[in-house]
């Protein structure tokens, strides 16, 4: 089926109204990963709120970065990253979708988050930053660095990994953690939610050999 | 059911072998977006490899980010951003996993990876680089800067859209572009390719308003 397609200029984008293009232009990067971060600020009171701009920097050191918008929700996070230099992040489940959104209303500062949508806290044993109980992969970062991207001052905080808890069979040999058995949510454009199913796996790509989809193999093995 | 965790600290990290907690890192952030950057070099060479690095950086103007490594097979197409300051991104769906998983294997520099994976291309009609004909979503973008991280050398480059390329059905009143519905794929780890399928859209979120999934309401509405 041939679909016909639109066609946005710059002056067409530009010409749009503030929300609708804050969802449009969100939705067009593709996929996100659904978080929760977690913090706490200087008198120990614990802020729990949804990102879904975290992005691989580096594995050896393992490197997160995040963007973040001081402006909006999540300004009280980024304080508290200033303040203790460390955050959690932590994985968005099926069960809790709704909790999570919630997380993006603007509470006043003194609100803890996790009491007012009902999620749970739970001790990071190497850093001062609260977990979510809840989520399925849980992370403990220290900042290396947060750098102000002078395009249009967002910052991205760069967090080093010093703590990973997943569920036990969850990894396999290769080092591959399956999110997808983990129940980790997807996120499309700023309020949409999405489960996963796992069509392709590949081995590394080289230029005179043809990948194989191990998916397909396991199908097979199955039948 | 409960489910033993596993907890890796930061020195159990570290002592992982470097294929290993390359996978393993890779699949700690969460679902990732699935681009295949078009580029071209000096000579109209062009070139095409998968990113799951794009990243939302602001609505007004529309920024996109994605965090790139020069010693890897992605140096072609750095460095063709870096000649041209311009760049495309194509989403990939699930009739092309295959193809696009292909282009990340290190082919020669003179060799054109449409050719080589079987992918079409397309002129963009406002820059100097090729979409990819198969992708239901083709993005234009004009490079405004490019930010080397100082933690480990990567480079963040930073793209505005000039022209965005979707199907005419896929975008609502909210300005949301359903990606789900164009067949976007969402990556995990380093080789495993997913479908999606919504299990919540909710409103902005206020602090004292209950959310209501909007996809529990049109359940209700078609029985």
Same mark, same amino acid.
């Given at each position: 089926? *041939?679909?016909?397609? *639109?066609?946005?200029?710059?002056?067409?984008?530009?010409?749009? %109204? =503030?929300?609708?293009?804050?969802?449009?232009?969100?939705? /067009? %990067?593709?996929?996100?990963?659904?978080?929760? @971060?977690?913090?706490?600020?200087?008198?120990?009171?614990?802020?729990?709120?949804?990102?879904? #701009?975290?992005?691989?920097?580096?594995?050896? &050191?393992?490197?997160?970065?995040? +963007?973040?918008? &001081?402006?909006?929700? =999540?300004?009280?996070?980024? !304080?508290?990253?200033?303040?203790?230099? $460390?955050?959690? /992040?932590?994985? $968005?489940? #099926?069960?809790?979708?709704?909790?999570?959104?919630?997380?993006?209303?603007?509470?006043?500062?003194? $609100?803890?988050?996790?009491?007012?949508?009902? *999620?749970?806290?739970?001790?990071?044993?190497? +850093?001062?930053?609260?977990?979510?109980?809840? %989520? %399925? +992969?849980?992370?403990?970062? !220290?900042? =290396?660095?947060? $750098? @102000?991207?002078?395009?249009?001052?967002?910052? /991205? @905080? +760069?967090? =080093?990994?010093?703590?990973?808890? *997943? &569920?036990?069979?969850?990894?396999?040999?290769?080092?591959?953690?399956?999110?997808?058995?983990?129940?980790?949510?997807?996120?499309?454009?700023?309020?949409?939610?999405?489960?996963?199913?796992?069509?392709?796996?590949?081995?590394?790509?080289?230029?005179? !050999?043809?990948?194989?989809?191990?998916?397909?193999?396991?199908?097979?093995?199955?039948?």
């Amino acid at each position: 089926m *041939l679909t016909k397609n *639109l066609q946005f200029s710059a002056s067409d984008i530009e010409k749009l %109204s =503030q929300r609708y293009r804050a969802e449009f232009i969100n939705s /067009l %990067s593709g996929f996100k990963s659904a978080n929760l @971060v977690g913090t706490r600020d200087k008198q120990n009171n614990n802020n729990v709120c949804i990102v879904s #701009s975290v992005v691989h920097v580096g594995a050896h &050191p393992p490197l997160l970065g995040m +963007i973040m918008r &001081p402006h909006t929700v =999540q300004r009280d996070t980024l !304080e508290n990253i200033k303040t203790t230099s $460390v955050y959690t /992040l932590n994985s $968005v489940t #099926s069960k809790f979708t709704q909790q999570a959104h919630q997380t993006s209303a603007r509470y006043p500062h003194s $609100v803890s988050e996790f009491e007012k949508v009902g *999620l749970h806290m739970e001790d990071s044993t190497v +850093i001062n930053a609260p977990y979510v109980a809840e %989520s %399925s +992969i849980k992370l403990s970062l !220290e900042v =290396q660095d947060i $750098v @102000v991207l002078p395009v249009n001052q967002t910052e /991205l @905080v +760069i967090g =080093q990994i010093v703590e990973a808890i *997943l &569920p036990e069979n969850s990894i396999d040999k290769t080092g591959y953690v399956d999110i997808e058995a983990c129940d980790n949510m997807a996120i499309s454009g700023l309020v949409s939610y999405h489960a996963t199913q796992r069509i392709a796996r590949y081995g590394y790509a080289k230029p005179n !050999e043809e990948l194989i989809n191990i998916c397909d193999e396991i199908t097979r093995e199955n039948k």
